[in-house]
Structures are given as structure tokens and as C-alpha cells.
């Protein structure tokens, strides 16, 4: 089979990841890739990997393209995705949207946090957390794949919730590589300004906070609180997620794992590690992958701990979408994902 794909954005860290991939990706053939700053230069992963030549265009000639597209990937900041996924959805593509211009239900929580006017295709979205929503991807015509914190802290989070077993107040911590700000991240994320230091940044008013609490109240059943920390790490990527909650029965530590295990368990790209403290970066960064490992105090009210780990680029972003690119395709969601190998031994 050879559906005919293409990446808006291509230049950016996330468009990368996806080109990357998706010219190895059995199942596609990568017909367009656009960018203005490199409009007219070789694609080189098409000719590396596919043995393709395809040279990338800038976004006017792109969107003259874009009907030739069975599949349109917008790795594009969140304004950009508004304006463009309607006129590409109109041509017959289907849009899987990086960004978080269509993830946010609730419109005024996305104005408020995005500062952009919401779009009313976002009641037509699908939120593609395959792990949570695969059923809901297969017919999409616009997928949004979520935020690369909201992907690591629904992970940890959502099988303990969905048994009622915390309390609805919850607090995450996470720490993110310097590539999650994107390439064209301004002075407060340059070498200098990120080397040696750690800091936490958009406390109380971080743009994943409605989408965590979106995910979580829908797995709970009812409204989950959620306050949200990030953290910059003077790394390029990966993300270190550490979710704090409070037990509403009695559970031992083996009982939440075992219960992790469970709802993990048929899932190709999340696995749970024996303790918290196997949960590390080198084990995710460069794959697809998201490990999770859990401890509690085991009486009721006692403090449950959860960390999850991912790759900001590939399970945050481009692995994910790729992963609801083979759904929408009837594809093995593994298909192009599972030979990423990762960076470290
Ligand atoms: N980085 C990450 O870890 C994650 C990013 N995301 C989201 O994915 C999207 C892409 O992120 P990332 O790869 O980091 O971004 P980058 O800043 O690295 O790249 C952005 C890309 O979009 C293009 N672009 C910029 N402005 C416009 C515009 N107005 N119209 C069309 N194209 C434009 C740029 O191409 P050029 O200038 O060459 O045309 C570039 O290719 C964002 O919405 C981001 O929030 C989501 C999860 C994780
Ligand atoms: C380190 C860093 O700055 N990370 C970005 C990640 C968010 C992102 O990529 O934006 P979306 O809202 O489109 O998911 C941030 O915190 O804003």
C-alpha cells in the first residue's frame, strides 16, 4: 500500500522527527514537505532512507499541493494550524495537528491559555491518545495529538483513576528537554541562558493544564484538579513526568503496578518498570516508548507517586502521530514505530 502523506512544518523539531519517520514507514510514501526557510533543498531523509528525491516547498506552494495528500501531518505552532486545517480538511485530506489548536474542549479555557480563538471544528476533533481513544481515531478526519506533558502524565495516571482509586487532586511535575520549546525558541532557551541551570517555567498558567485535567476528569468519571508544573532541563530531549496523588483505599505498591501492568499490558509503547526509580530518560529517548513505574503508602489517604518518562519529539509529538496515522490507515499501529531503537545501550 502507499498512501500519499505529507508534513507541514518540516523544518521544525517535531517536522523532522515525523519526516524522519515517516520515509521509513512501509506503508506511506512522503509526497510533500514544506518549509519556507529550506524551500528548494533536498529532503534528505526521503533520499537517505527511501531513495527518493523530494525537495521541500514553501507553505503557498504547499497548500497548492495539498489535495494530492491522502494524509496532511501540521507540525505547525497553534495558529497556524487553525488557519490551515480547514481549507486542507475541505480539499479531502485528512489533518493530524501536532499542536494544541484542537485538543481543548472547552473553548474559553483554550482562549484563555492559548490566547487565539477557538475554532469550531474543535467539537469534530478526535483526541488521539491511541492508548485511551484508538476507537475513536480509526474514522477521523481530524486528529489532535495531544501535548507531550498531557501524553506523560495521562499515562501514569489514567488506569488508577479509572479505578477510583486517588482523590481528585492531583499534582504533576515534569521537566522537559530544551527541543520542546521548538527550534526557533527565543534567548531564555539558549545554551548559556539553559546550561547548568533548572528552573521551573508558566507556573499556574501552563497551556497543558486544561488538557490534563480534560484527559483525567474523562477517565475519572468526574472533575480531576490538576496542578501542573513544568520544568526546563538543560538536555535536548525527553521528558521526566513525577504525578502526586492521594489514595482513596487501602493498595500496596505491588497491587498499583500490578494494576498498571494490567491496563498496559497489550499496549506496544507503554511498559511498566518494577519501581519509580527505573524510570529513566535512557530508556525512552529516541523511541516511541512511555515507562511508567508506581509507589504508595498502602493506607487510605496515603501518597501514591507516579513516574513516567518519553521522548518530547517521538511519543510527545511525531511517534504519536505517526501512531494515529496507522490508525486512521487500518495499519499495525506499530507500523514505521517499532524499529526506533533509542540513543542509549
Ligand atoms: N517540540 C515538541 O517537543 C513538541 C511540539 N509540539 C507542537 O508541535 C508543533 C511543532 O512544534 P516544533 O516542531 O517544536 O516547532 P518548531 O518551532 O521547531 O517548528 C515549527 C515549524 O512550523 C513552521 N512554521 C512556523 N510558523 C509557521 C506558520 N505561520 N505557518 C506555517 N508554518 C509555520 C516552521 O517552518 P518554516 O519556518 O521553515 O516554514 C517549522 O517547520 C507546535 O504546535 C508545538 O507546540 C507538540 C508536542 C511536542
Ligand atoms: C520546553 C517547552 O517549552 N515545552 C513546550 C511544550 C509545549 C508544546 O509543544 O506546545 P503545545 O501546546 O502545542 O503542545 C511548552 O512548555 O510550552
Known sequence: MNERVGVIGASGYSGIELTRI???????????????????????????????????VDLAQAERLAAECDVLFLATPADASLRLAPALLEQGCRVIDLSGAFRIDDSAAFERFYG?????????????????????????RLVANPGCYPTAASLALAPLLREELLEPDLIVNAASGVTGAGRTAKEDFSFAEVAEDFRAYKVLRHQHTPEIEQTLSGCAGSAVNVTFTPHLLPIRRGILCTSYGRLRRKATSEELRALLEEAWHDEPFVDVAPSPDQVSLHRVVGTNRCLVGVACEPEVGGRVVVVSAIDNLVKGAAGQAVQNLNLLLGFDESTGLSGLRGFHP
Open 116 to 140: 487565539l480563538t477557538a475554532s469550531n471544528l474543535q467539537s469534530s476533533a478526535v483526541y488521539g491518545l491511541p492508548e485511551l481513544f484508538r476507537n475513536r481515531v480509526h474514522g477521523a
Open 22 to 56: 515517516l520515509a521509513g514507514h512501509p506503508g506511506v510514501r512522503l509526497i510533500l514537505a514544506s518549509s519556507d526557510r529550506w524551500a528548494g533543498e533536498r529532503v534528505e531523509e526521503a533520499s537517505r532512507i527511501a531513495g527518493r528525491e523530494l525537495r521541500y
